[in-house]
């Protein structure tokens, strides 16, 4: 069953520890994004990665870091540094599969820090 | 890319079409409409996409205007599983693997 996972689904943190999302696709798709989203909000844009061993940073990329090692797998590392990192995260790929290059996403994780 | 512009809010009453608009007057010759929706606490899911010619599949149609500036994504049955927020969204033609910028989209609620 071809997709993409996020765990865990939901998370939660003490202020001041970094923590790490995961996020495996098995669509064989070159490129992987997280985006955040806020309550009532649209979607924005914290890193990408067209290509393995290679990353972009997006429009909020301070305080979150990621690696891409593997193809299937972008793994996102919220920092101490993020100063509000109460968000809905998802993660999403695409690829020429289809010829659109529309993006599949996960079922996010919400990340809850108090 | 193009901005685009959607009502905040619809309703829809259930089983009938549901017509959702979209402006993008700025558009230009070889940028492509998507729309996407997501449903409460998931990921966005495409929908459909098109040029200038109108396309249907399984899920939706999508009406574009003559002049390209307006397009409308139409669910013809509208049931309460489709109660989700739909975003418009423009994009080259060669866009390829590149993020989507999402606006906030328009919120359906398909009522009883």
């Known amino acids: 069953d071809g997709g993409i996972t996020q765990s865990p689904k939901y998370l939660f943190r003490k202020e001041g520890q970094n923590v790490t999302l995961s996020c495996e696709q098995n669509?064989?798709?070159?490129?992987m994004y997280w985006y955040r989203q806020d309550p009532g909000q649209g979607l924005r844009l914290i890193y990408y990665s067209q290509i393995v061993n290679d990353f972009q940073k997006g429009d909020i990329a301070e305080g979150y870091s990621v690696s891409r090692e593997k193809k299937e797998s972008f793994p996102l590392t919220v920092t101490s540094a993020q100063k509000n990192p109460t968000a809905f995260y998802l993660c999403?790929?695409?690829?020429?599969?289809?010829?659109?290059?529309?993006?599949?996403f996960g079922p996010g994780t919400r990340l809850t820090v108090t | 890319d193009a901005k685009t512009t959607q009502p905040t809010s619809m309703d829809c009453a259930e089983g009938r079409a549901a017509n959702l608009p979209c402006n993008h007057s700025?558009?230009?010759?070889?940028?492509?409409v998507y729309w996407y929706r997501q449903i409460h606490s998931q990921g966005p899911q495409y929908i459909i996409h098109?040029?200038?010619n109108n396309e249907t599949n399984e899920m939706a149609s999508l009406i574009i205007t003559e002049d390209r500036k307006s397009s409308t994504l139409i669910l013809p049955h509208a049931t309460l599983r489709d109660t989700a927020v739909y975003y418009c969204i423009v994009r080259g033609r060669n866009s390829g693997n590149t993020p989507l910028v999402f606006g906030k989209g328009t919120r359906l609620s398909v009522i009883a």
């Open positions: 098109g040029l200038k």
């Open positions: 700025t558009i230009s010759g070889n940028e492509y």
């Open positions: 669509l064989n798709h070159d490129a």
């Open positions: 999403a790929s695409s690829g020429p599969g289809t010829g659109n290059y529309e993006q599949y």
